[in-house]
Antibody
């Protein structure tokens, strides 16, 4: 059974870089049908797609975050990662990673439990 | 960017009742690219419906999706206690992928 698990610091200072990793178990990140995505949810608010990556390294980002986001993949570790630079309090959120079916339709069918990141000095 | 507007914001119903949730898009969305998720407090979203009307694996048949163009609907035919949650629609017919603001289905 495929499982995803987010990991990384729960507290990041303003202006610094948020770094998270998603470890995929029970399946290969190199599966051809899927991208692998990051989504976030500020406290008490809705969902925002951050971006998605294919095992080859091809990426798609939300234009609203594109200038600050880098998503990368490490197939040898079955992991993909998120870096968000120059964070502010507005980046405080629960961050989810998910398997992203990318063949029209587009949907995320397996999610991690999420990790809470707080931006504060 | 396509804006998805969900209504109502909150739906107060009793178990056994029918729930009808609306998702309206600011521009036409291909049905293949309209998805519904369920989220319970403290949990990750769960895929319910993709292709506007196809149930995901393991989703009970009391959940159904319909619609096309700019108007889509999620229907729960008879609410079970475990169905009280927040429901989000999502589109990716046009970049970026966007979500609606959610409909909270609460126990009356």
């Amino acid at each position: 059974q495929l499982q995803l698990q987010e990991s990384g610091p729960g507290l990041v200072k303003p202006s610094e870089t948020l770094s998270l990793t998603c470890t995929v178990s029970g399946g290969s990140i190199s599966s051809g049908t899927y991208y692998w995505g990051w989504i976030r949810q500020p406290p008490g608010k809705g969902l925002e797609w951050i971006g998605s990556i294919y095992y080859s390294g091809s990426t798609y980002y939300n234009p609203s975050l594109k200038s600050r986001v880098t998503i990368s993949v490490d197939t040898s570790k079955n992991q993909f990662s998120l870096k968000l630079s120059s964070v502010t309090a507005a980046d405080t959120a629960v961050y989810y990673c998910a398997r992203d079916f990318w063949s029209g339709p587009y949907y995320m069918d397996v999610w991690g439990n999420g990790t809470t990141v707080t931006v504060s000095s | 960017e396509i804006v998805l507007t969900q209504s109502p914001g909150t739906l107060s119903l009793s178990p056994g009742e029918r729930a009808t949730l609306s998702c309206r898009a600011s521009q036409s969305v291909s049905s293949s690219y309209l998805t519904w998720y369920q989220q319970k407090p403290g949990q990750a979203p769960r895929l319910l419906i993709y292709d506007a009307s196809s149930r995901a694996t393991g989703i009970p048949d009391r959940f159904s999706g319909s619609g096309s163009g700019t108007d889509f609907t999620l229907t729960i035919s008879r609410l079970e206690p475990e169905d009280f949650a927040v429901y989000y629609c999502q589109q990716y017919g046009s970049s970026p992928r966007t979500f609606g603001q959610g409909t909270n289905v609460e126990i009356k």
